[in-house]
């Protein structure tokens, strides 16, 4: 199990290391954040059967990490928290895409999301869809968001959606979007792992396609992939709204490939 498990954690960390080389980050600098994590989700996880809080020298028992050291590292998480959050007004305007592009009262005859009017009170408007999705900021905040990095334009009081999905263009958005996105695929994958009911974690594998093939396919697999996220969403917001317990979830759907030879090379 440990040699099978090993080459899992290489197989995860191999894309990730690669990154971070060319972004500068040197082994210490990953060392020094895994120990963050390590007691992080041994405090989390790992704590007493009663719910007492692990002192710090059961995490460094469990961790390997000195409890002094222990002892810092709990003080930052207290401080500063353990998960760094998408930007705010980035959340705010994906969400606001997800709606328009979901919803039938903002969709032409085709099924496409079609122009807004920046307000109106006798149609659906691009302030109405914002109250709509109870986003907690100015609608004008969030078109100049959507503005900013060239998923909408707002022409003569009327807002055009220029792409389908909220798709940012700044590093620190797409950094952000990897910690969420992939962090939620493991999360997902841990938890099956783990036991119990399991989560939809399926994946689609050739190893060896003709590249024309995948040329000519590539463009309907995005549209399948985006219908079935639109139909998701529609289906999830229109539901009702009782009262009771909440939860988080996300539907994720990604897309790989590379030359056959390489990912042969990869993995021998």
Request: proline share 5%; aromatic share 6%; hydrophobic share 40%.
């Amino acid at each position: 199990m440990n040699g099978v498990l090993k080459t899992a954690v290489l197989a995860i960390l191999r894309p990730l290391v690669r990154y971070l080389i060319g972004q500068g980050w040197t082994y210490g600098a990953l060392a020094d954040t895994l120990k963050m994590v390590y007691v992080a989700e041994a405090s989390k996880h790992y704590g007493e059967a009663d719910g007492r809080t692990l002192t710090d020298s059961r995490v460094s028992l469990l961790t390997g990490i000195h409890r002094k050291e222990v002892k810092r590292l709990r003080l930052l998480l207290e401080e500063h928290g353990e998960r760094p959050m998408l930007r705010h007004g980035a959340n705010i305007a994906a969400q606001v895409v997800a709606a328009w592009v979901s919803m039938a009262d903002y969709a032409d005859p085709s099924g496409q999301p079609k122009p807004l009017p920046l307000r109106s009170e006798a149609s659906p408007s691009f302030e109405g869809l914002a109250r709509r999705v109870k986003a907690d900021m100015r609608p004008r905040a969030i078109l100049d968001e959507l503005g900013r990095v060239g998923v909408a334009e707002e022409k003569e009081g009327v807002v055009r959606l220029l792409r389908h999905a909220y798709i940012s263009a700044l590093p620190e958005d797409r950094v952000a979007f990897l910690g969420e996105n992939v962090g939620d695929h493991l999360r997902s994958a841990v938890h099956n792992l783990e036991g119990g009911e399991s989560f939809l974690e399926r994946a689609l594998y050739f190893d060896a396609l003709p590249a024309v093939v995948l040329e000519e396919a590539r463009p309907e697999i995005y549209r399948m992939s985006e219908r079935l996220l639109r139909e998701a969403h529609q289906r999830l917001s229109e539901a009702e709204s009782p009262e009771g317990p909440q939860r988080r979830l996300r539907l994720g759907v990604y897309y790989y490939e590379e030359d056959a030879a390489a990912g042969e090379g990869e993995h021998a």
